[in-house]
């Protein structure tokens, strides 16, 4: 039947439709053919990527060896006089550039191994900084098949990054990360140690981070974060630590998988890889949309884990897991269940650490944990409070103990165990850092709130017993320096809160002029908290024959005439305004 189609066909006897229906098929055999040829080359280039076809590639070049080319001879016998000569003087000039060039883009191992041992011997013995030109030839040692050359060029280039001697953002720029990330998929174990060491070096930067995620770079190192190389593993959880600096790749590893991998690290036999992937999750727990998924009910590992570690050997694993347990510490739940798990025993250890790293993250986690009520009663505890106020005393010089231990006692005074804290070192840890702390240091503002508000509770008494000729100079000062307007205020409203007590005025009387000084300022203050802490410091004071001589003989009574006047003046404003609006 065909057959008479192709006869009609050549004698001009088809149809118009039989022509169209021929026209058709010939225009769909066409596109097929378009789409299947289109497809072929498609999967041939991804098999051409494939770093298995590299492999195969270098176990095929050794079956013959690269005809040395004349010019390439010439090239190694003068780059070999040059090295024999003229290394010291100018390593990194011109001329050995054009023969590092050659060496480098020849197609025989032995040359390619002569550029990279060139590089790793500057790398380990010369502290200077790389010119861009230097970077080209590194682009075809790391491509090399030759397993050695790929170990020295990417030793080098590690050994560079390490020393600042080459622009980490220049590396990527000149094209060298494909190259790197390809050989975290070697299988020598040397290749991919060096690989995760530059990667790791190279994710120190943002625009780096962001090349490294976008080169697909995240599952080869998750891969080897599981490595059983020692320094594999470091190196790979090094480099997941510093990529995880970035909000956007945190996402990325988090789809990726990452989690559980870091978590399961945490019990690593390795205290590098133990801090490395802790840091990482402290880095998460920063960002709380992935604090669901780092704390599911249905597995507390990570949390008990992370507790764990609080009794570690290594300084840096127990002070990295405290700060990855305040991050997490986000809700009265998650809390609840760090105290469960007997954090605060393990938090109370660290308080004596002899390291500063450890006494601060530790300080830092009980101060979160101190905010939430539940916690204050457990927290007031005789020995926690004995231990916060020996530490005030042996490190009344350290900004961060004393701002986050002022800040734990007044949150625990506002419990019902405020006693404790009056009876403990606590107060006089507090008085006496006041000597220590610059007034320029949060610290300080934290610390004159905490002892106003334990003189507001009656801590009066117990406060006067530790006063002094230093400690009242120091508030009296405090209170007269307006431009620090918290520490100020708090200092005068101790100070108020002691008068009556009589060694409290034998003290105050050395110093009756600042304090006339000061007390005018609140009078004229525009706060009308300062105003009336003025007003009522005044009233207390003038009960005392001298200091109502002293305020006699000065401008104090015309001062509150004058705010006596401005007062009534508002209150009449105050009424008219008031029926006002009620008409």
């Known amino acids: 039947m065909w057959k008479a189609a192709i006869r009609k066909l050549r004698m001009g006897q088809l149809c118009g439709r039989c022509m169209q229906l021929l026209r058709d098929f010939m225009a769909f055999v066409q596109r097929m053919s378009s789409d299947l040829v289109q497809g072929i080359k498609e999967c041939l280039t991804l098999i051409s990527k494939c770093f298995c076809l590299k492999q195969n590639s270098s176990k ?9 080319q004349p010019h390439e001879r010439v090239t190694a016998q003068e780059f070999l006089q040059h090295i024999e000569t003229g290394f010291e003087m100018s390593p990194i000039g011109r001329d050995p550039l054009e023969a590092l060039r050659t060496l480098a883009f020849s197609e025989n191992p032995g040359l390619q191994q002569s550029a990279a041992l060139y590089y790793l011997h500057m790398s380990q013995h010369m502290n200077i900084s790389l010119p861009v030109e230097h970077l080209e030839p590194f682009y075809a040692l790391l491509r090399s098949a030759d397993l050695e050359v790929q170990q020295m060029s990417s030793l080098s280039l590690v050994n560079f990054l390490l020393e600042g001697n080459i622009d980490k953002e220049l590396v990527v720029q000149m094209g060298l990360l494909e190259p790197i990330l390809d050989l975290l998929e070697s299988e020598d174990a040397t290749v991919q140690c060096n690989s995760c060491a530059c990667t790791m070096t190279l994710a120190v930067s943002e625009s780096n981070r962001e090349a490294i995620g976008a080169a697909q770079g995240l599952t080869p190192l998750l891969s080897l974060a ?24 945190q996402q990325v590893l988090c789809k990726e998988g990452a989690l559980p991998v870091l978590a399961l690290l945490l019990e690593s036999p390795d205290s590098e890889v133990q801090y490395y992937s802790c840091a990482a999750l402290s880095n998460v ?28 050997s290594v300084d840096k ?5 405290c700060v990855c347990l305040r991050n997490l510490a986000t809700s009265v739940d998650i809390q609840a269940e760090m105290v469960a798990e007997d954090v605060l025993p393990k938090l109370h250890a660290l308080l004596a650490s002899g390291s500063e790293d450890v006494r601060r993250a530790s300080i830092a986690l009980l101060w979160i944990l101190s905010e939430h009520p539940h916690n204050q009663d457990t927290l007031a505890c005789a020995e926690l409070l004995q231990s916060l106020g020996m530490l005030l005393l042996a490190h009344k010089t350290d900004p961060v103990i004393v701002g986050h231990t002022a800040c734990i006692i007044k949150n625990l005074s506002l419990s019902k165990n405020r006693q404790r804290i009056i009876e403990s070192p606590c107060v006089e840890g507090l008085l006496q850092t006041m000597l220590s702390t610059n007034t320029e240091e949060d610290s300080l503002h934290y610390v004159t709130s905490c002892l106003a508000e334990l003189a507001k509770q009656g801590a009066t008494l117990h406060m006067v017993q530790w006063m002094n000729e230093p400690l009242t100079k120091c508030l009296v000062r405090l209170a007269g320096q307006l431009e620090h307007t918290e520490p100020s205020f708090q200092a005068a409203s101790i100070i108020q809160h002691m008068i009556g007590h009589e060694k409290m005025m034998l003290l105050l009387k050395r110093h009756i002029r600042d304090i006339q000084a000061y007390l005018k300022n609140f009078l004229t203050h525009r706060e009308i908290r300062f105003q009336q802490l003025g007003i009522s410091t005044f009233c207390r004071l003038r009960e005392d024959p001298e ?14 005439e004058q705010l006596r006047q401005q007062t009534e003046e508002t209150q009449e404003l105050l009424r008219a305004a008031i029926c006002q609006e009620d008409s």
């Open 317 to 321: 694993v127990s002070s990295q897991a």
């Open 226 to 249: 599981n490595s059983y190389d020692p320094r594999v593993q470091q190196n790979a959880v090094g480099a997941i630590l510093n990529l995880t600096q970035s909000e956007k790749i």
């Open 547 to 560: 200091f109502l001589l002293e305020f006699r003989e000065s401008q104090m009574a015309k001062l509150l």
């Open 285 to 312: 727990a920063a960002n709380v949309q992935y604090h669901e998924a780092m704390l599911r009910p249905s597995n507390r590992f990570l949390l008990r884990t992370l507790i764990s570690l609080l009794s570690s």
């Open 60 to 68: 095929a070049s050794q079956l013959y060896k690269p005809i040395l």
